[in-house]
C-alpha cells in the first residue's frame, strides 16, 4: 500500500480536467515559476546545469520564468557564471536576464578575463616600439579606424604589442580613439584614462561590445562581424 500520494500523476489528472478544477493552471504556474527559480540558485548553478534546465523546460518557458525572477537573483546569477564580463558593472535587470537566456541557450559564452592594459609610461621612459609596433600606432591614429578595423589590429599584433602601444597614446589620441570605436557611451569623455584605454582593450579583443544608439546599428554590426567570421 502507497504511504503517499503520486502528485505527478495527481497533477496530470487535475491539469487534464480543467472543468473541475478552473483555478489549478495558475496555482500550478505559480508552482513551477517557484521550483525552476530554487533549481537555478546562485548556490547550486553551474553553467551546464543552467543548459541543463532550458533544454527540459524549453527557451519559451525559461525566458518567461527569467522575467518574474527578483531583480537580485538574476545579478547574482550573472555574477557567477559570467564574473570576468566588463559590462556587469552598470548592468541593468534586462541586460542580466538576457544574458543569462543567451548563456543558457548557447547563444553565449562567458567572457574571458579582460586585458590588462598598463598604465601610460612616464615621460622619457618611453620604451622603442618595433618597426610593426609603430605602424600600429599609425593605425590606431588614423581617422578611419574603427571596431572592426581594431579587431583585426589586435588579432595580428597581439595582446602584448597592442596594449603597450595604447598605453603609449597621448590623453588626446586615446580619448578620440575611444570615441571612434565607442561613439554612443556617455561615459568615456569624463572617465579616467586607464578606464578609457581599458574599455578600448576589450572591445578590440572581442570582449566587450560597443554602446549603441538603437537596435538596428546594433544588428548591422552582428551581421558584419558573423559575415567576416565566416570570411576567415
Request: hydrophobic fraction near 40%; charge should be positive; include cysteine.
Amino acid at each position: 500500500m502507497a504511504i503517499d500520494i503520486d502528485g505527478l500523476a495527481v497533477l496530470r489528472a487535475i491539469a487534464a480536467t480543467p472543468r473541475i478544477f478552473p483555478d489549478a493552471a495558475t496555482e500550478i504556474n505559480g508552482f513551477v515559476r517557484k521550483f525552476v527559480c530554487g533549481q537555478i540558485k546562485q548556490a547550486m548553478i553551474n553553467l551546464e546545469r543552467l543548459q541543463d534546465v532550458y533544454r527540459a523546460i524549453g527557451g519559451e518557458a525559461f525566458v518567461l520564468i527569467l522575467d518574474g525572477q527578483a531583480d537580485s537573483a538574476s545579478a547574482a546569477l550573472v555574477k557567477k557564471l559570467d564574473k570576468d564580463n566588463p559590462e556587469l558593472k552598470t548592468a541593468s535587470p534586462g541586460w542580466c536576464r538576457k544574458r543569462l537566456a543567451d548563456l543558457a541557450s548557447g547563444a553565449g559564452e562567458p567572457c574571458r578575463k579582460p586585458p590588462v592594459v598598463p598604465k601610460r609610461e612616464l615621460k622619457g621612459k618611453r620604451p622603442t616600439l618595433t618597426q610593426e609596433q609603430k605602424e600600429l600606432a599609425t593605425a590606431l591614429k588614423a581617422k578611419t579606424v574603427n571596431v572592426e578595423t581594431a579587431r583585426g589590429l589586435w588579432r595580428e599584433t597581439g595582446e602584448a604589442s597592442f596594449t603597450l602601444v595604447l598605453a603609449g597614446l597621448t590623453e588626446k589620441q586615446t580619448r578620440d580613439l575611444a570615441k571612434k570605436l565607442d561613439k554612443d557611451n556617455p561615459d568615456l569623455m569624463s572617465a579616467p584614462m586607464d578606464q578609457v584605454r581599458q574599455r578600448i582593450a576589450v572591445l578590440a579583443s572581442g570582449t566587450a561590445e560597443p554602446v549603441f544608439k538603437n537596435i538596428l546599428e546594433s544588428k548591422a554590426m552582428a551581421a558584419r562581424r558573423t559575415k567576416t567570421s565566416k570570411a576567415r
